[in-house]
């Protein structure tokens, strides 16, 4: 049994690619169990975004496995796989439950430690769930990766700093205003830039914006995404004197604040201005600085802040990976236990069993039991086994964990003569492995685990 990751994401695919190999929310249920039937593949989870698309499948061998989720791409977009196996990334084992931790960390995202993709891939595992295309291997890895990529977050710094230029201007204004309830927001010029400013400076309660553009078509379009206010450009003089905040994103040639025109203003004001630039060329002149209660921060300014903020964010990350090495350890130690169970399994209703023929018999040679009495002797009876068998079961775990444990184990069930149940089990699990997927739902059953063995090499 092996777990494989096969995909590509933004650093290894162009958008031309990810976009002919994206699922639709439509299509996705279908999409996922067509992976779990493909020949090989004993569970799937698949995760598609705008930035990656990664199949995680459990096989049954590793080449057989990669070559069927290979021929599952090329078959369900209709595309060659020359024209998308060279942009592939394959993980195996080990490296596919460290890769998809570090996704569910942020890691692994265009914007180092942001927390969208966390989300993705918990909607992904769930839906999978639904779809029953997910078993004991999986169930087991999502919820530990979703509950690492929280702890992650919400155990170091990694999401907390700026590192986005509209951000950063957005933290910069918190420095100066304890809060943005009340403060008037001017945006100057209606592009792309200025609309994710927009969104940030809402997202941290700014209550009034206004916005300034050439266009007024587009100023009313984009002030209408924000509940805004839309002024042309003849209201410049009016606009800078009502806000707080100004951040200018305009494709002006040259500038279009001056000193003169902010010292003009200025008389009209009994607050703080706080200038944000945003523009390359520049739309406000760095004169404007040397003025009283006046602070202007232009590109440069933001992408240092920006720069100081992904170091900060790289050396949380290193908290991070640490936690992740710690996970797949743990992940891996869980996986070597698996191989116990139906041995465990085996040794348990072996020694219920006896105890059952005990009790028949006691009931035989002692028929005027009363029903409390065969109780007390029951429990009492089911105690004794329990205990007999506490000391070989902790055993037969540490054997599954140790060096040779094939051949440990092996050794165990000879000891107690547990062969014959094993294989009366594997004929049971290899029959169900081909049954409908919505059969095979017994935890700690996998079809993969038959005979009591389990392959996870790293």
């Known amino acids: ?40 593949i004993l569970e799937s989870v698949i995760v598609s975004t705008c930035n990656r698309m990664e199949l995680y499948v459990i ?12 021929t599952f791409l090329e078959d369900w977009f209709s595309v060659p796989k020359s024209e998308f196996v060279d942009h592939l990334y394959i993980k195996q084992n080990d490296e596919a439950v460290r890769h998809l931790f570090t996704v569910v960390c942020g890691l692994d995202s265009m914007v180092i430690g942001e927390t969208q993709i966390l989300g993705q891939v918990r ?20 919820r530990q990766a979703i509950t690492l990529g929280k702890r992650a977050h919400a155990e170091t710094e990694l999401g907390q700093n700026a590192v986005s230029v509209s951000y950063a201007a957005v933290e910069l204004g918190k420095k100066l205003f304890p809060t943005f309830s009340g403060k008037t927001v001017l945006l100057i ?6 609309q ?26 984009v002030a209408a995404q924000f509940g805004a206010e839309a002024r042309s450009f003849t209201q ?5 004197r009502e806000a707080d905040i100004v951040v200018s994103s305009t494709g002006a040639s040259g500038a279009i604040i001056t000193r003169e025109m902010i010292k003009r203003v200025l008389p009209e004001r009994n607050a703080p201005l706080f200038l944000i630039d945003i523009a390359v060329p520049r739309d406000i002149e760095p004169a404007v600085h040397e003025l009283d209660n006046v602070y ?32 797949v350890r743990a992940f891996r130690d869980w996986v070597q236990t698996l191989g116990v169970v139906p041995l465990i399994t085996a040794l348990r209703e072996k020694a219920l069993a006896i105890q059952e023929e005990t009790m028949k018999s006691i ?7 009363t029903e409390r009495e065969l109780r007390v002797i029951r429990k009492h009876t089911k105690s004794i086994v329990n205990q007999l068998l506490r000391d070989p079961i902790m055993r037969a775990k540490e054997l599954a964990a140790g060096p040779n444990r094939d051949e440990a184990l092996e050794m165990f069930a000879h000891i107690f003569a547990l062969e014959e149940s094993l294989k009366k089990e594997q004929a049971g699990e290899q029959k169900q492995a081909h049954a409908p997927i919505e059969n095979v739902a017994a935890p700690l059953r996998h079809p993969a685990f038959a005979g009591g063995k389990v392959t996870f090499r790293s």
């Open 59 to 70: 096989c049954d061998q590793l080449h057989t496995g990669e070559y069927y989720a290979k």
């Open 196 to 221: 994710l400013t927009a969104k940030h400076f809402q997202a941290n309660g700014a209550d009034r914006m206004i916005v300034l553009n050439r266009t007024w078509e587009k100023a009313r379009e």
């Open 189 to 194: 010029g209606a592009g792309e830039t200025a």
């Open 1 to 40: 049994m092996h777990i494989l990751v096969v995909g590509f994401n933004h650093k290894t695919a162009p958008v031309s690619l990810r976009e002919r190999l994206a699922f639709s929310e439509n299509e996705w249920g279908k999409a996922v169990t067509t992976l779990r039937h493909t020949k090989s």
């Open 296 to 327: 202007l921060y232009d590109i440069d300014d933001l992408q240092e802040i920006v720069s100081a903020n992904l170091k900060l964010r790289e050396q949380e990350a290193e908290k991070v990976r640490r936690m992740i090495e710690e996970e």
């Open 123 to 142: 909607d992904a595992f769930l839906k999978a769930q639904e779809q029953q295309t997910t078993g004991t291997m999986f169930n087991t890895l999502f």
């Open 363 to 369: 009931e035989r040679k002692l028929p005027d039991l």
């Open 236 to 240: 410049l003089h009016q606009s800078l």
